[in-house]
C-alpha cells in the first residue's frame, strides 16, 4: 500500500472520531440542558408554594391568637359580673345585718314615746325625742326599709309571726287582730317578721 492511501485513511479515521465526537457532545448538552430547565422549573414551583404554606400557617396562628383572646375576654367579663354580683350579696346581707341591729332602737324610741304623758309631749326633751325618732325612719325608708302590714290583713306566714289566737267581733277568722311587734322589708326580704295575734 502506498503511503498516499495510508495517509488517506488515517485522515478518514480521524475525521470519524471527530464526528463521533460531536455527535456525543451535541447529545451531553442537550441532555444538560434539559435537566437544568427540568430541576429551574421545580425549584421555581418549590418557591412558589414555600409561601403559601407560610401564609397559611400564619393565617392559622392569628386564628387561633384571636380565639384565645375572645376566651379570655369572656372569662375576664365573666369574672367581673361575678364579682360584681358577690359584692353586692355581701352589701345586701352587711346591709340586712346593720338594720336588724337598728330595730331595736327603733323599738325603744316607739315604745318612749309611747309612754309620754300629753303635757310631756310638749317638752324640750320630748320634742328632741321625736326630732330624733323621726330622722332615724327617714333614712331607713331612704335605704327602702319599710314596715310590714299587719292588723287587718289576712295572715301571711311569709311575713307574719303568730303567737296566739284571739277571739275578735271585728276580724274574720284568719286576720291579724293585733301587732305586737313591728315586722319590716329591706328591699322587699323580710329583715323581721311581725309579731302578732290571729283571729282564730
Do not use: C, W
Request: glycine content about 6%.
Amino acid at each position: 500500500m502506498s503511503e498516499e492511501n495510508k495517509n488517506e485513511e488515517v485522515v478518514n479515521d480521524n475525521e470519524e472520531n471527530t464526528t463521533e465526537t460531536t455527535t456525543e457532545t451535541a447529545d451531553e448538552v442537550v441532555e444538560t440542558t434539559i435537566e437544568a430547565e427540568t430541576e429551574e422549573a421545580g425549584a421555581d414551583s418549590e418557591d412558589g408554594a414555600k409561601p403559601d404554606k407560610k401564609e397559611q400557617k400564619y393565617k392559622e396562628q392569628i386564628a387561633e391568637l384571636n380565639d384565645r383572646y375572645v376566651r379570655q375576654l369572656a372569662e375576664f367579663e365573666n369574672f367581673r359580673n361575678r364579682t360584681q354580683k358577690e359584692k353586692e350579696a355581701m352589701f345586701e346581707v352587711g346591709a340586712k345585718s346593720i338594720i336588724e341591729k337598728i330595730l331595736p332602737v327603733v323599738d325603744n324610741f316607739e315604745r318612749g314615746i309611747a309612754a309620754l304623758t300629753d303635757d310631756e309631749k310638749e317638752g324640750a326633751f320630748a320634742k328632741g325625742m321625736q326630732g330624733v325618732y323621726k330622722q332615724l325612719i327617714d333614712e331607713l325608708d331612704k335605704l327602702e326599709v319599710k314596715e310590714i302590714e299587719a292588723v287587718g290583713q289576712e295572715f301571711d306566714p311569709n311575713l307574719h309571726n303568730a303567737v296566739m289566737q284571739v277571739e275578735s267581733e271585728e276580724y274574720e277568722s284568719g286576720v291579724v287582730a293585733a301587732e305586737l311587734q313591728k315586722g319590716y322589708t329591706y328591699r322587699g326580704q323580710v329583715v323581721r317578721y311581725s309579731m302578732v295575734s290571729v283571729v282564730q
